[in-house]
Each structure stands twice: as C-alpha cells, then as structure tokens.
C-alpha cells in the first residue's frame, strides 16, 4: 500500500514530464528523461530572477542571515550545480545558452570592480558554501566551460576560490567545503594549501562514530548531513583529486559510505517521503543524493533498480505535491511555503542545495542505475526494524502502510557541555516519520505535545523541555535513554529514563521519571496534519485518538501503566491538541495526549502505547487496543510489556537496552 499523502497539486503542474514508463519502472513510471525535464524545469525557473549580466538569482522571500548579496550568490553557486549535472551528464549536448548562462555568471561575479561581484570569501562566512557548489560543478564541466573561458576569466575565478587558502570554516561539514574548493584549485594548478586539504578530510575522522555514522561536529549531531553533506563531498573530492587522492582513504570513504547506504535504503517511505527530521529538510530531495554517490563511486549495496526507485521515489513524491511551485521555483518549506522548517541561514536560494539529488545524471544514460527495472524499496516488501546504535535511533516500517517510523534515543543536536541543552523540535522528540512531521510553531517554544513527555505547572504554562538526550543503547527493537526536565523558572532537574519497544506499527514507551510533587504529566503522540480542515478525534478513559479521514492515518496514545489518579478508578480522559498553521504537512493538525494531574513526588513508573498507521488490516481502535495491550512488573522490578497482537518482550529495572 502506498503511505498516505495530504494533497496532490493539481495534475496539469507535471505537464513538463514525458509520460511514465510502467516497463522500465514499475514502481514511480520515472526513467532518466523525467529527472532531465525536471531539472530543465528548475533551471528555467530560475532565469526571470537572475541579474542582468547572470552572476546572481534574486529570488523573492525571506533573506538569509548573510544577506541579499550572500543569497544572490547562493542562487547562482546551488543552481551551477544543477546545470552541471545537466551539460555533463549529457556531454554537453544541451542548449548552449545554458552553458553561456553559466560561463557568463563566472565572468561578472568575479569581477572585483563589477556590479555583480560576489562577496569574498573570509572566515567562516556564507560564500564558503557555495565555493565548494562551483568548484565542483567547474569540475564536472570543465571541457565546456572552464577549458573555453578566457584566461583572464579563469584568474579571477582562481582567486575567488583562493580566498579559502589560510581562511578558517566552521568546525563542522564547512571543512569538506575547503576540501574540495581548494582540490579543484590544485587540480587548475592555482595556489592552494596541501595541509588545509589533508586537515579537513582528517577532522571527518575525529567525528565517524561507526556503521556509516558521522556525527556532523562535536557532539551527537545526527541528521541527514551524514548523506548529503558527510559521505558526499568526500566522493566528489575523490573525482576532483583523480590520482592526487590517497587510495587507502578513499577506500575508506567507499566502504563506509557502503555501510551507510545499506542503512539509508529504510529511511524512504513507500510513497518516495523521506523521514522528517533534523534541519535544512528544504533541502528536500537532496536526500537521495548519498544513493547516487554510491553509484557514481562504485560503493553502494543496492542493486541499480532499487538506487533508482528510490531517488526518483523522493523526487517523484515532492513534484507530485507542488514542488516546484507554479513558478518553477523551490520555496523555503516542505511542500508549501513553510519557514519553520528553516534555519537562520536559509534564504531564498537556499533550497536548491537539492540540486545534489541531480547527481545520479553524471552517469551515463547506458548505466545500470538508468536502464534495470525498478526494484521496491525494502520498506515496501515486509515490515523492518533497524537498530542504528550511533546515532541512537531505532527505524521500524510496516509494508501494508508503507510508513517509516524513527524512535530517537539519540540525536538532540547540541554541542558538547558546558553549552546550554536547548530543544529544537526536529532532533528532541522522541519520534520522527515519513508520513507526519513535528509541530513547529513560528513563533513559541518548541516543546509542543507531539512525541514528547514533558512535566508541567499546575496551569500549564510552563513546560519541560528533552534537551541534552544521554544514549543508554540501542540494539534489536528496544532502544532507551536518559534526559532531565527542567521546568522554566528552576533550576532543579528530574531524570526520565525511557525504553521504547516497538512491534509492527506501535511503540510501547517504558518511563521512569522522578518529578515535583503536583507537578503535571502529560504525554503526547505523533502530530496529524491535513491541508482540507481539522482532523477527526476522539478519547476515552486513558485514550485519545487523532485521525485523517482521507487515508484513515491515525495516531493514538493509550495508557498502560502509571496514568491512573490517585483515588480513581482508572486514568482519566485522554484529549487532543488541535493547532493550525505551525506543521509542514498541512495547515491543520492535531496530537493525541495522555495527562496524570498530580506527579506523585517519588521516583514513578508510566507505560504508554504509541501509534501511527495507516493499515486497513489492524485498524487503530484504542479501546480494543487498550484491552489487548498490557504491562506487569516482575518482583525485580522488570516490566513485561504485551502489544496488542499478544507479543511480549521484558523492559529489565534500571537503565539500557539489554
């Protein structure tokens, strides 16, 4: 069954795209001539905003932080690397005007005295990023547009790209940005720095934490970077550097990247949505870009069929709901225009870092990757459960819905103590998805219901955050960890300690917590979210239920041990947050919440039952599944919990996943 979706865009958006191909691709229809057109498509949509002598792409919205200057260089640098894929990957035989476009953009942003000039790159400043975009795309289409500039043209841009050499970059992903803007530099013959290469490709060391998992700088700083930023530019280095490259380290880049594609295969929905998380997602489709970097290196375990339906899955699943907009344009969002999902950084320009997912053109139309039969994606074939113990994170996906399910017990995206545990709601809930996405209100905390549990005051206005989340082990379908909640305004701390199993569809969240006498509980389910209206809901005694009735997706919470108040016969009624305009899959959504009024004041034990599906088999009813599920507490203190199919696994007292 395909996951379920919000809205399609109206069916003559994709009139752009040749009709499918059932035969080649069974599964999308998409073949290498649909990413062309679409990639033609993002390119003229961009040509009304560029300047007049083509060096900047003024688009219209929010700038970024580094300015409108910064971002009309963005749009020129992202977009270059999207003409790149397109000219090389078809030797060239393309429009001329288009490598004219290009060829001319370089002359006047490297001009120092012109109208058009680029800002120059300095320490850890904005045209780092977009250095490394041109350097590449210079590489990959050197016989048509570096081999024919004027030599005066290739100055400049030498000493535009130059400003790298002795200049500091973040201490994060940044360093791979000097990495390959100073190997195309070496490989031109220009002045550039040997030591600063071999530094930041050495650095990537310090942060690999195994199984194909980098963390993006010190911390636990897990995302989709480790594809498209992390594995990536290290391989795109390796085609810049050609015998330059130490072969033992891009060994080493091949097998791990190896490793992490075995993995990344199970973070695509059946209906081609990546799971939700972490930042930069206006990058959107860029998360098929690591698929193509194992094809393009020969360092992929995926058959060439599966590679393709995967990426054109995700580009296939963003075109079909609006993207690119009516313009032609990628906007700062997810489908529609949705800046929470953005950072400081994000300007206008900024989306089109998907231009990596345009990478699988470099290999030639003959290539298997273009020419097998689709093969599903490993989501779609039988339910999966993955533990990924670096990151912390434990994947489960069931075929008959074809949703991917993250459970994070790992990830909060906070640098190293002494810095301050702030929540961010894209990397501190406790679960993630491809077919809901966090509420992330514009403007407010970001410690909304939604797969969190949180001490509250007694009226609710403040509330704990997760912060700095501490891994106490992930391995088979149990993953668990420890936070402390701080309520706003004391600075007194309550350790949570949480197991999460998951079974099919649900999640059972084992948690013992202490917290302040009075202090409400309140716990929350994944977030529903329609474009159409509000979402039907429902709750019961110890449940409640959020559901959208087009596709029947569901979410609920339901209590199993530890909600009931004091003096009650059982737990009280289960209710539903219904917000608007604060998610990026649809102007209305609505969580699921269980709540206990009055937190005991000693160390307490909560089991709750967690929801998302969409399978028409194993309908989501919370009164049948409260009856089915349960949880007992050996005299050692073990939890045994039941899931509502009669399987049972035993949560061991104290902390960790064993």
């Not at 073949?31 to 062309?36: F, P, V």
């Not at 006047?108 to 109208?115: H, Q, R, S, V, Y």
């Not at 091949?254 to 990058?283: K, M, N």
Request: hydrophobic share 40%; proline share 10%; with cysteine.
């Amino acid at each position: 069954m395909t996951a379920p979706h919000v809205s399609l865009t109206d069916p003559t958006h994709s009139s752009f795209l040749p009709p499918p191909d059932p035969v080649r691709s069974p599964v999308t229809g998409w073949t290498r001539a649909h990413w062309e057109a679409l990639a033609d498509r993002l390119l003229d949509g961009l040509l009304p905003y560029a300047s007049r002598k083509l060096a900047q792409y003024r688009l219209p919205g929010r700038p970024g932080h580094a300015g409108s200057w910064s971002d009309g260089l963005e749009g020129y640098a992202r977009s270059f690397l999207l003409a790149a894929c397109r000219i090389a990957g078809s030797g060239g035989r393309v429009p001329p005007e288009l490598i004219e476009r290009y060829a001319a953009g370089l002359a006047a942003g490297t001009d120092p005295e012109g109208a058009e000039r680029w800002p120059p790159i300095a320490d850890r400043a904005q045209p780092m990023v977009e250095a490394a975009s041109i350097a590449i795309a210079l590489h990959e289409t050197r016989p048509w547009i570096w081999d024919r500039l004027d030599d005066a043209v290739r100055q400049r841009v030498a000493a535009w790209l130059g400003g790298f050499v002795g200049a500091r970059a973040n201490d994060s992903n940044w360093r791979l940005f000097q990495v390959v803007t100073e190997e195309f530099l070496a490989s031109v013959g220009a002045p550039h720095s040997r030591a600063e290469i071999d530094g930041g490709l050495a650095r990537l060391e310090d942060w690999y934490r195994g199984d194909g998992w980098y963390t993006d700088g010190d911390g636990r700083k897990f995302d989709y970077y480790n594809g498209w930023a992390l594995h990536l530019y290290p391989i795109l280095w390796a085609r810049i550097a050609g015998p330059r490259a130490d072969a033992s380290l891009t060994e080493v880049h091949r097998a791990r990247l190896r490793a992490f594609l075995g993995t990344h295969q199970y973070f695509f929905g059946s209906d081609g949505a990546p799971v939700h998380q972490g930042r930069s997602l206006t990058y959107r489709y860029a998360t098929a870009a690591p698929l193509w970097a194992g094809a393009l290196a020969d360092a992929t375990p995926l058959p060439p069929g599966r590679t393709r339906r995967l990426a054109s899955g995700a580009l296939k699943h963003f075109t079909e709901r609006g993207v690119p907009d009516e313009r032609g344009l990628l906007s700062l969002g997810w489908y529609r225009p949705f800046l929470p999902v953005t950072q400081r950084y994000s300007g206008p320009a900024s989306p089109y870092w998907a231009s990596k997912a345009f990478l699988g053109l470099l290999l030639p139309a003959g290539h298997p990757v273009w020419t097998a039969p689709e093969e599903p994606g490993p989501v779609e074939t039988a339910d999966a459960y993955l533990a990924l113990p670096a990151p912390g994170w434990l994947l489960h996906s069931t075929a008959a819905d074809g949703i991917v399910r993250l459970v994070n017990h790992g990830s909060d995206r906070l640098p190293p103590p002494p810095a301050e545990a702030e929540d961010s709601p894209h990397y501190a809930k406790f679960a993630y998805s491809s077919a809901t996405a966090p509420d992330t209100p514009v403007d407010g905390p970001a410690t909304g219901p939604d797969s969190h549990l949180a001490l509250l005051t007694a009226d609710g206005t403040a509330v704990s955050g997760r912060g700095r989340i501490h891994p106490l082990g992930t391995e088979g379908r149990r993953a668990a960890s420890w936070h402390r909640a701080v309520l706003p305004g004391s600075d007194q701390g309550h350790r949570i300690e949480t197991t999460s199993v998951v079974h099919g569809p649900w999640e059972i969240r084992v948690h013992r917590f202490e917290g302040p006498p009075g202090a409400v509980v309140r716990e929350g389910g994944w977030a529903l979210a329609d474009d159409s209206g509000p979402l039907t809901e429902a709750a019961g005694p110890g449940w409640a239920l959020a559901r959208r009735e087009a596709d029947g997706l569901t979410s609920a919470v339901v209590a199993l041990h530890g909600w009931e108040e004091p003096g009650a016969d059982g737990p009280s009624h289960g209710a539903v947050v219904q917000v608007r305009g604060a998610n990026a899959y649809g102007e209305y959504s609505a969580t699921p919440c269980l709540r206990l009024a009055g937190h005991p004041g000693r160390p307490h034990l909560l089991v709750t039952l967690v929801v998302l599906s969409a399978d028409p088999v194993r309908p989501c009813d919370p009164e049948a599944l409260r009856a089915r599920a349960g949880t007992r507490v050996t005299a050692a203190g073990a939890v045994v919990v039941r899931f509502p199919d009669g399987t049972e696994e035993e949560v061991p007292a104290g902390a960790g996943s064993g």
